[in-house]
């Protein structure tokens, strides 16, 4: 296959995989090894992919409707998903200033507000995985179209968007060691000591490793598998801040010029 051809299979493979992104990662690759064969040997043959299968998103439609996959029409009004959606933003942002203040969380107001965001979340996690239609839901939300379509398709965006999602179970591994970490520094303030916070980090970790493999899988593990890496974040932006700390404490430098 020349170079045009191979270049016109991969963006409209790209475009079909961003069509049906909110189908579990494995249902995902089935259909682009089935399709692939069709695909190029329609680019091969010099035509017009679009004009003989129809745009990526006409496709998909036809490709969910074959497999008895569920089709969801764009709206501009699913309460229960918009519900989900935007406390799952808000919930990600704000487990990443929790895991910012860390064990500060005993003595900050932060620790009074941050509460009412994890019940939230719970909730928007219930309402998301009661079925596995209320994916579609979210993914045909026009705020959450509007962003898929703000984002560069180029081909450098692919290979850095490939590249990112390969190193997926090293981040899984540190996202786990970073919120594990974060709840020992937590449970330490509280009193916690000197086995349980170890237990805590443990299970934290545990959990934060399972929900980031199932979240691959069944996109509506992403509502626990986001905050969890929006905590590790911050855990690791509080570490970061408080590295010249460290490097003042061990070597009795503190920035000021000794002479």
């Known amino acids: 296959m020349n170079g045009t051809a191979q270049d016109t299979v991969r963006?409209?493979?790209?475009?079909?995989?961003?069509?049906?992104?909110?189908?579990?990662?494995?249902?995902?690759?089935?259909?682009?090894?089935?399709?692939t064969p069709q695909l190029t040997e329609i680019a091969e043959d010099g035509e017009s992919i679009a004009a003989r299968l129809g745009t990526p998103e006409e496709y998909a439609a036809e490709l969910r409707g074959a497999a008895g996959l569920s089709t969801v029409e764009p709206q501009r009004g699913s309460l229960g998903a918009r519900f989900a959606v935007w406390t799952l933003a808000?919930?990600?942002?704000?487990a990443g200033y929790g895991g910012f203040l860390n064990e500060q969380l005993v003595s900050n107001d932060a620790r009074f507000v941050l509460p009412a965001f994890a019940a939230l979340l719970v909730v928007s996690w219930f309402v998301v995985g009661r079925t596995t239609r209320a994916v579609p839901e979210v993914a045909a939300l026009t705020e959450v179209r509007l962003l898929g379509a703000l984002r560069?398709?180029?081909?450098?965006?692919r290979r850095v968007r490939d590249y990112l999602v390969s190193l997926q179970p090293g981040w899984f591994l540190l996202r786990a060691g970073l919120a594990g970490f974060g709840t020992m520094l937590v449970c330490r303030q509280i009193g916690w000591y000197p086995s349980t916070p170890e237990l805590a980090a443990l299970l934290v970790a545990a959990a934060a490793l399972a929900v980031g493999y199932r979240s691959r899988a069944d996109r509506r593990w992403l509502w626990l598998s986001v905050p969890a890496g929006g905590w590790a974040i911050g855990v690791a932006v509080d570490l970061l801040a408080r590295l010249p700390l460290l490097f003042a404490d061990v070597t009795g430098y503190s920035g000021v010029p000794l002479f």
Do not use: G, K, M, Q
């Open 90 to 94: 808000v919930c990600a942002v704000a």
């Open 152 to 157: 560069p398709r180029t081909d450098l965006t």
């Open 11 to 35: 963006d409209y493979l790209a475009e079909l995989r961003y069509e049906l992104a909110d189908l579990p990662a494995a249902e995902i690759e089935d259909v682009i090894l089935d399709v």
